[in-house]
């Protein structure tokens, strides 16, 4: 075989927040340094027999803290908190609570909802349920259900 091949595997990632094995891959929020000398965040899916890169879907710039990420219908859903870059890289900005859908197949983010950090998924992180194609999410004071493909808020009968 040739040195291509292993060269493709050998990821330069400067740091990764949270690894889940679903469904025989292995998915990661990694940051890596881009053309600039930025860097950008990418969800990655690691096929986990051979180790091989299956999809890298970019994601906005910040910080990115990883609180969970979930395999529902279709979709993986990334439960994070995200500060956004600084002018001054020794100051890290407020973190705001996030919940976004990607479509590893067609590698895009199909939506992202922002929540506010509040008490509830700062001290206990509670799992998001999966339901009728509905996420039910913990908010500080109720649940909310949000559409699946969506990201939108179901209203109430």
Known sequence: SSGNEHDENNLDIQSISIVRALNDRLLFIGREENESGGTTSSLFTIDSYNQSV?????????YYFTNDIYHFGDLYIIDYDRSPPSLNSDQ?????????????????????????????????HLKLVYKDGLIIVPLSEQFQAINLNLGEPVSQR
């Open 54 to 62: 299956i999809n890298k879907v970019p994601l906005e710039d910040g």
């Open 92 to 124: 890290l900005m407020p973190k705001s609570h996030y919940l976004a859908a990607v479509d590893i197949d067609k590698g895009a983010v199909l939506w992202e909802n922002k929540y506010e950090i509040n008490l509830l998924n700062s001290m206990n």
